[in-house]
């Protein structure tokens, strides 16, 4: 299994286009996809590892999402 670690240098609310970017320089399946993030909602220490949803107000999920 290989694995890339994307750090962008793009604002955050602009997150989708350096996963686009990646995605498509890469060639790689929206199911090989992995998004994480910091939350400021959930109690310290605890993860939370989700399939679907919605971004919860979080712009840079959010442009992800639509992108």
Do not use: E, W
């Not at 602009?14 to 910091?38: E, N, P, Q, T």
């Not at 399939?51 to 639509?66: E, F, K, N, T, V």
């Amino acid at each position: 299994m290989r694995a890339l670690l994307l750090c962008p240098h793009t604002y955050m609310n602009r997150s989708g286009a350096s996963v686009l970017a990646a995605r498509d320089f890469y060639k790689i399946d929206h199911a090989d996809l992995l998004v994480v993030c910091d939350d400021f909602n959930l109690p310290l220490a605890k993860l939370r590892v989700r399939s679907r949803g919605s971004a919860g107000g979080q712009r840079g999920l959010q442009d992800i999402i639509r992108r």
